[in-house]
């Protein structure tokens, strides 16, 4: 399996488009089942055009991807960004974990120091 790294634009475009609630709910909608541009319009109140407006983002960060069926456009997930977003937040967690582990061992120094 290719683990999949965002570089720093991508990064920066994957989580300015899940910034909008619409689009981190296109982004849900589309992972359960894929959904036509049409579909989903439905779904909000908003015009075609806003929520197309807001699917051309989500395809420019490449966390969906639109593929044409007769006269619909249909809208997938990209599982792989998801994922290599998802990877990224986990090393931030790692990164916080770490400092945490670090603390609570300069606590145990501080107590152990104390005790004697």
Do not use: C, N
């Given at each position: 399996?290719?683990?999949r790294?965002?570089?720093?634009?991508?990064?920066?475009?994957?989580?300015?488009a899940?910034?909008?609630a619409?689009?981190?709910?296109?982004?849900?909608r589309?992972l359960?089942?894929?959904?036509?541009?049409t579909?989903?319009?439905?779904?909000?109140?908003m015009?075609?055009?806003?929520?197309q407006k807001?699917v051309?983002?989500?395809?420019?960060?490449?966390?969906?991807t639109?593929q044409?069926?007769g006269?619909e456009q249909v809208?997938h997930?990209d599982?792989?960004?998801i994922?290599?977003?998802?990877?990224?937040?986990?090393r931030y967690?790692?990164?916080?974990r770490?400092?945490?582990?670090r603390?609570?061992?300069?606590l145990d120094?501080?107590?152990?120091?104390?005790?004697?």
């Amino acid at each position: 399996m290719v683990v999949r790294q965002l570089d720093p634009a991508e990064v920066d475009r994957v989580f300015a488009a899940l910034a909008d609630a619409t689009r981190r709910d296109i982004v849900t909608r589309v992972l359960r089942r894929e959904a036509s541009v049409t579909a989903l319009a439905r779904s909000y109140d908003m015009s075609f055009a806003a929520v197309q407006k807001h699917v051309a983002v989500l395809e420019r960060a490449h966390l969906v991807t639109k593929q044409r069926h007769g006269r619909e456009q249909v809208v997938h997930a990209d599982v792989a960004t998801i994922r290599a977003a998802a990877r990224l937040l986990d090393r931030y967690e790692e990164i916080w974990r770490g400092r945490i582990d670090r603390m609570a061992e300069i606590l145990d120094d501080t107590r152990e120091g104390d005790a004697s």
